[in-house]
């Protein structure tokens, strides 16, 4: 494990620890105007506390958690999410959630059935600010979701969908970064969401991670921290809060917290050089708030507790030696990582403790609720600590204006989510983002002239957001509108032998075939489909549409070109396309090292790499 460790770390052009010191050197952003943000630290901070006093226990104790709803509407949703939302909270709506639980916050998941489209959303969250001022002790919400953009997106088309982290570290433009995030932070807010967990701060420096990876902006601690601070300013400067994670640093694994309770396994110097540099770039952007990491990491932490459970590393390191004083929020409470050492009683207990102030998504609201109620009744947390935590997350909800109009109108929306401009922002920034890694005999760009007739297969994943894709149809789509000759053929992640017999048909008479790759492993039948559509005389261009690390086993297949998308959010593929016909010259460079497949110990591909035209 040591000598893997050692290797990756030599891959790396910059590991410097003080790196937010030399390399982000800016006041902290605002999400708000000076002024304003003044005042919330002084008599709003009074104001704040006078309401706190105010507040029952059962108010106090609801304004920590942050829960999922299912259900369009605040007060109306279907009845297949009544019948969840009875199952899992027993009460019938987000209306009634609020309610009866004084939640501080509610997270938005398409699985849920809340992002439908902009309207619904703003309605959504309308219904929901007026559930929190309904209450005895009026508050208003902090809405969130997971809007990274690239894999992990909770909100699709119309609004605007930006290339991904790692896409955004291949493109290496702060000014691309931040205008990424001010665009999608702008679209968030007219929809009334305003906290969203992003940017990343993960430094993705093991290329098995199955968690982070592309969600990650690289490999590079320095060039990562550059990013994060870059999107922490464009997503404040719209005025919502960022969420930095997943602290202390989820880079390094290769197991997947959702599943399993992962094990980072740096030594304390080696978490300073390539763990905390983008966390502390964070904090020095003026980050609003930091989300926890379900992972041990024994250097930080001699008793072995999930991050989320960890004083040491919360209080200990976040608080008292990076000096953050903004809101901690958790990973999701149900995930498997945070519920394997104690029951879902005693999580979200030693959760504040350890120096968290927001719960979210507890797998059992009415188990956690209580367990926190019961803890402060038998003064196991005292009132000091959890009104520490609510005087953060109140500030806050001040800072992002909550208190003076938490509400949206149907016209922002339509002035701001998904308007042309910010549709072609995003393809600009997704052209300087695509990768070209090999392109043997000059192959790209393909010419109208001598390679019009296109076949397009591959891994057709379902889109993050159910509202982009097919993969194969939409590059089949994009090529088509440039004048090529288009057929797409869907062989999936796992194609059969049938599949590639069937793909190996279609290619006979075409000009090239493109093939979309997704994670192709050593075993991968994905290697074969390439393989034998090579064996054809055709030539074959892959098209990696998640990590670039594919270009890696799929070495000796016989392919004449390789790039790579970083995603298959339609708007990275487009960009990949104009790139692959020679509309766009290709500009992106690898933020990740590739390594071989035979020997991860030594390098295929560079930090850097990348070819032109």
Same mark, same amino acid.
């Given at each position: 494990?040591? $000598? ?41 901070? =009074?104001?704040?506390?006078?309401? &706190?006093? /105010? ?32 199952? !899992? ?10 309610? +009866? ?14 992002? /439908? ?30 809007? !990274?953009?690239? &894999? ?20 290496? #433009? ?63 400067? *719209?005025?919502?809060?960022?969420? #930095? ?9 290769? =197991?997947?917290?959702?599943? #399993? ?19 502390? *770039? ?5 980050? $609003? ?11 930080? $932490? ?84 959890? !009104? ?18 938490? @509400? ?51 891994? $057709? ?37 049938? +599949? ?7 290619? +006979?008479?075409? =000009? ?38 594919? &270009? ?14 970083? #995603? ?5 593929? /487009? ?29 295929? @591909? ?8």
């Amino acid at each position: 494990m040591h $000598d893997h460790r050692t290797s990756r770390r030599t891959l790396l052009t910059a590991t410097a620890a003080a790196v937010a010191a030399t390399a982000i050197s800016t006041t902290p952003a605002l999400g708000v105007s000076e002024a304003s943000d003044a005042s919330v630290t002084a008599s709003t901070r =009074d104001r704040l506390k006078h309401l &706190i006093s /105010r507040m029952s226990l059962e108010e106090k104790v609801g304004q920590l958690f942050v829960m999922r709803a299912y259900g369009h509407s605040a007060t109306e949703p279907d009845q297949v999410d009544i019948d969840l939302n009875l199952k !899992e909270m027993g009460v019938r709506t987000a209306a009634e959630l609020v309610a +009866k639980y004084h939640v501080g916050g509610i997270i938005y998941f398409a699985w849920a059935h809340n992002t /439908r489209d902009p309207h619904q959303i703003a309605d959504l969250s309308n219904g929901i600010q007026r559930a929190g001022l309904a209450q005895d002790t009026p508050v208003p919400l902090l809405i969130s979701t997971d809007q !990274e953009h690239g &894999i992990v997106a909770r909100v699709g088309r119309p609004a605007t969908l930006m290339p991904g982290a790692m896409a955004l570290g291949a493109g290496g #433009s702060r000014s691309d970064a931040r205008k990424a995030a001010q665009i999608a932070g702008a679209e968030l807010a007219a929809m009334g969401i305003v906290q969203n967990y992003a940017p990343v701060a993960d430094v993705n420096v093991n290329p098995a991670n199955p968690v982070i990876g592309v969600r990650s902006f690289g490999a590079d601690p320095q060039a990562v921290a550059g990013m994060v601070a870059a999107q922490v300013k464009g997503y404040q400067s *719209a005025g919502i809060a960022a969420t #930095s994670k997943h602290f202390p640093g989820h880079g390094d694994t290769k =197991d997947d917290s959702h599943y #399993s309770l992962p094990t980072i396994r740096h030594t304390a110097e080696e978490w300073e050089e390539l763990d905390a540099p983008p966390f502390r *770039a964070a904090i020095a952007a003026g980050i $609003d708030s930091i989300m926890t990491a379900h992972i041990v990491v024994p250097a930080l $932490d001699k008793n072995e507790d999930p991050a989320t459970l960890s004083e040491p590393i919360l209080t200990g390191v976040l608080r008292e030696r990076l000096g953050y004083d903004g809101v901690v929020v958790t990973d999701s409470l149900a995930m498997a990582g945070v519920r394997q050492k104690y029951g879902d009683d005693r999580v979200p207990v030693l959760a504040l403790l350890a120096g968290c102030d927001q719960l979210l998504n507890p797998p059992n609201l009415p188990v956690a609720w209580n367990a926190v109620l019961k803890a402060v009744r038998d003064g196991e947390l005292s009132m000091d600590r959890i !009104e520490e935590s609510i005087l953060r997350i109140l500030l806050l909800k001040a800072k992002l204006g909550l208190f003076r109009d938490p @509400y949206v109108s149907h016209q922002g929306v339509d002035r701001t989510v998904g308007v042309r401009a910010h549709l072609a922002a995003a393809d600009r920034i997704a052209e300087a983002t695509t990768t070209l890694l090999t392109n043997d005999g000059g192959l790209l760009p393909l010419s109208r002239r001598t390679h019009r007739n296109v076949l397009v297969v591959g891994a $057709d994943p379902a889109s993050p957001t159910g509202t982009t894709g097919p993969p194969t149809t939409a590059v089949a789509g994009a090529l088509r509108e440039l004048g090529f000759t288009t057929t797409a053929l869907s062989t999936g992640i796992t194609p059969t032998q049938a +599949k590639i017999k069937e793909a190996v048909a279609a290619a +006979k008479g075409k =000009d090239v075939v493109v093939v979309g790759t997704y994670n192709v492993t050593a075993s991968s039948p994905q290697r074969t489909l390439v393989r034998e559509l090579a064996a054809t005389g055709v030539p074959v261009v892959t098209l990696a549409i998640r990590n670039p690390y594919d &270009i890696a086993q799929l070495k000796g297949t016989g392919f004449a070109a390789s790039v790579a998308a970083y #995603s298959w959010t339609d708007v990275e593929l /487009r960009a990949a396309v104009r790139v692959i016909a020679g509309q766009k010259a290709p500009e992106g460079k690898l933020p990740v090292p590739v390594q071989r497949a035979d020997d991860p110990a030594k390098v295929l @591909y560079p930090v850097g790499y990348g070819l032109t035209y």
